[in-house]
DNA sequence: CAGACCGTTGACGAAGACGTAAAGGGAAGC
DNA sequence: GCTTCCCTTTACGTCTTCGTCAACGGTCTG
């Protein structure tokens, strides 16, 4: 009924190495279920490995994305779910920063493009038309 | 009359050190004047240094900010800015990916947020009052 | 039963981004 | 003149994130 993968499956269906994933579950970021030796990927897995590279595509190393996806249990007694929300906040707070950053590249790039395209524009005119 | 820095003094404000500043340079990334033996950093060189840090918080590699910064220089003959062009768009859609990916896990993390808020709330009434 | 495939662990390698120690030059203060 | 301080270069070390063998086990097929 339930959905598996081995390594080699969803390492291609999401377009990463079979060694890739051996190592996220080595750095604690993954941990299969095994038969026998061989390892053993549910959808639960498979939703964790794709918020790691999307953690990775943010630029965060993978310890990073370790506590990143500790965030994800949210059980726990009182004094643990405060402390799960500070980690919360603070990694909101960076994610605010990291948008400003990325607004402001946008920005200027898109400046540049305008720039660069009217140049191109000008020098060789007619050829928009 | 121009604001100049040393390595120190430029690392020290911007919070990072100095052998990063040289590491910088040694990779093309800064170009400092030399006072002797020593370099001298201008306002120029901080601003571009402040777009490698940026750069950084993107989480682009040292590589990859080498060349976002080549894409500042617009000069350059038809056949290069047409060149340059097609280098700033893909830069532009590498951004709105990341910004999908910022977006995404931003609204996941304030979901839980709100969920481990919540359940606080519920379990010691009164405080919020 | 041999070979073809998967899958496993382990060791070594490699690139990127610096840290850190070693050894020395120049100027400034006492 | 000697120490102190800042700066220099060179070189080696380190941590991360895998890639790349190497050597081995299990299973299926002919």
């Known amino acids: 009924m339930e959905q598996l993968y ?10 990463i190495t079979p060694r890739a994933l051996r190592f996220y579950e080595v750095k604690g ?3 299969p279920n095994r038969v026998g030796n061989n390892r053993v990927y549910t959808k639960r897995d498979r939703a964790r490995l794709k ?6 595509r ?3 190393s ?12 949210v059980d726990g007694g009182v004094e643990q779910q405060r402390n799960l ?5 603070k990694r909101l707070k960076d994610l605010a920063q990291q948008r400003e950053d ?5 920005c200027e790039l898109k400046e540049i493009e305008v720039q660069v395209s009217t140049s191109l524009a000008d020098r060789s005119p007619g050829k928009d038309a």
Do not use: M
Request: aromatic fraction near 6%; charge should be negative.
């Open 102 to 106: 990325l607004e402001a590249t946008v």
């Open 51 to 56: 918020l790691i590279l999307r953690g990775k």
């Open 6 to 15: 081995t390594v080699n499956q969803l390492a291609e269906e999401l377009g």
């Open 85 to 89: 929300l500070k980690r919360v906040q």
């Open 58 to 60: 943010l630029g965060f």
């Open 62 to 73: 993978l310890a990073e994305i370790r506590e990143y996806l500790d965030l994800y249990n």
């Open 29 to 31: 970021l993954l941990a």
